[in-house]
């Protein structure tokens, strides 16, 4: 276990960690009092759920009407009562959302469109919403004094702490900001705003284990630790390895993260597929959705040996058709054909093991499953068998894998024992350089050069990298880039965009050499107050114009993109927050204690 530090703070605050799964979601959270060491709980109870006080999870499905209006959430959405008013009254159940969320079109043409009107974020904010109030009606029913409780960290004293896959970057995080906004978590404003972190799944799930007291094995050893988080949509893995500052040993990342879009609906999804074309003409073909749903709430999770059978009991006892393998109104298939529906998944996870096993900076030598899909015993068995020849050990922690997320992410915003992380890709800017007739490089472009509004002859689409892939980074490291912007008014605006670049070229310079391998992140643009303070009037060159010097300071090193514009007044280094603003998003300005 962590040797936990009682709370430093001077006030009570609350810190509520959401999990938002693919097919189940969770909620975990602490009590920070003053002085008192911190314990995290779970929300047990949600309504409509079975088994009251049993589960600390929760389906990730909802019901909207004809008018848009979400009318059931969770286990609500399960009721007999609910479906059959869904029927009659057209609405539209919405399940698998988070996965819209993802910037990858293979999938999403594999998911059932939302309702008209709806975007993954505004379906996000509601589900946000709902999981919010559960927790609200959880904490004021279950302390003692819970409404009291409740009513005194209400004043901006509740922090949230939201995790996602590890692929996924600032797009998506604004994306969940907006949407925590919406669900009235947060305001827009920058107290609001600091009150809401992210964290990986990956990363969670290390504060999980660490929490689970396998913390003192990964310590002890020089080697590196494999996190895979196997849950319904992604499987995330990362790893991770020891190490000491000021004394203080932490946890760093020691290869680049991966996320592989094969959790366990996917192993649903080729299941439904094998069956749709092994039944097409079977007199039971329009039986296929409840062979799948009767295959993923049971014969999915208690498959174990591919050399036995597995049956999907769908039907009553007098339904039969030998022909098709179905009789007394079950469906059997050999273990091989149910081993085919995970093979994907466990292949992608082999796959992703052995990458990260080459990039890694330390030698890996154990592994542990965590996630709901961790639970498949197929899975780990197949895991296990490949990996103990090669010296790694797969372990399933004692505990419920579960709300492993949500747990670790509550942990993260408490013990914070992961101090470097690994850059996901290599980042930079485009630069306009002066251009230089000597220079065959420039001479390449001569076409492409223009004349800027200080009368200079300006190169367009230079490279200036900025961090390279797999490099690491502490929470405290700052990269600096300079920009300079010249403009004909003070009513212009100062922006630069961030690029990725997902080539593989170390030395990379110039962006129109591989164009389709540089993806615009984020645009950083510069508050109109701090331009009009530090724009300096050039009437020197032949065309009167303003000019803007400044460098962009870029904290890589923390689980969100953080960016501030810097320039010196008078010798005094000034800084000022800047806005990234993501494709098809609202600018957003996150503020922590880095600024």
Known sequence: ???????????????????????????????LDPGQVPEIKHVTRFPAQDRAGADSKIPSIMYYDQKGVARAFGAEALDEGIIDKAYQEDWTKVEWFKLFLAKS??????????????????????????????????????????????EGVQAGHVHFVLTHPNAWEGIQQSQLRDAAVKAGLISANPDGQARLQFVTEGEASLHFCLQQGLGQSMSQS?????????????????????TSIANKIGFEEIATPHCQFNGSVFVTLEAKRALAEKLQKSKFADDLDE??????????????????????????????EPAYGIRNGQLRLTGDEVASFFKPSVQSIIEA?????????NSVSRAFLVGGFAASDHMFNCLKAHFDPLGIQIVRPDAHINKAVSDGAVGYHIDHQVSVRVARSTYGVRLNTYYDDLLPSHQKRLQKVYTNAAGYRMVPDMFAMILRKNTKVSETQEFQTSVCYHLDTLDQSCTTIIRQYNGSNETV?????????????????MDPATIKRIATLQ?????????????????????????????KDNGVEQRSPAQLIYPDNKPSVVYSKFQ
Not at 292 to 310: A, L, V, Y
């Open 353 to 361: 093991v052995t990458s990260i096993g080459f990039d890694a900076s």
């Open 291 to 320: 062979i799948i749903r009767r295959f993923d709430s049971s014969t999915k999770i208690m498959f174990r040996n591919p050399k036995e059978p597995s049956f999907i009991r769908f039907g009553r006892p007098k339904d039969n």
């Open 1 to 31: 276990m962590i040797d936990r530090k009682p709370y430093a703070g001077t006030t009570r605050k609350l810190v509520l960690g959401i999990d938002v799964g693919t097919t189940y979601s969770g909620i975990s959270y602490s009590i």
């Open 105 to 150: 079109e293979s999938v999403h043409q594999k998911l059932k469109p939302l309702p008209p009107g709806k975007t993954a974020t505004l379906v996000f904010a509601d589900f946000l919403g709902y999981l919010f109030r559960c927790a609200e009606k959880y904490i004021r029913e279950t302390h003692h004094n819970g409404d009291t409780l409740w």
């Open 509 to 525: 310079e110039w962006m129109d050499e591989e164009e389709d391998k540089f993806v615009a992140l984020c645009t950083i643009s």
């Open 222 to 242: 020089e080697k590196g630790t494999l996190i895979i988080d196997a849950g319904g949509g992604t499987i995330d893995i990362s790893v991770y390895a020891p």
């Open 539 to 567: 009437n020197h060159t032949s065309k009167r114009h303003w000019r803007v010097d400044c460098d962009i300071l870029l904290s890589f090193g923390l689980t969100e993109l953080r960016a501030q514009f810097v320039w």
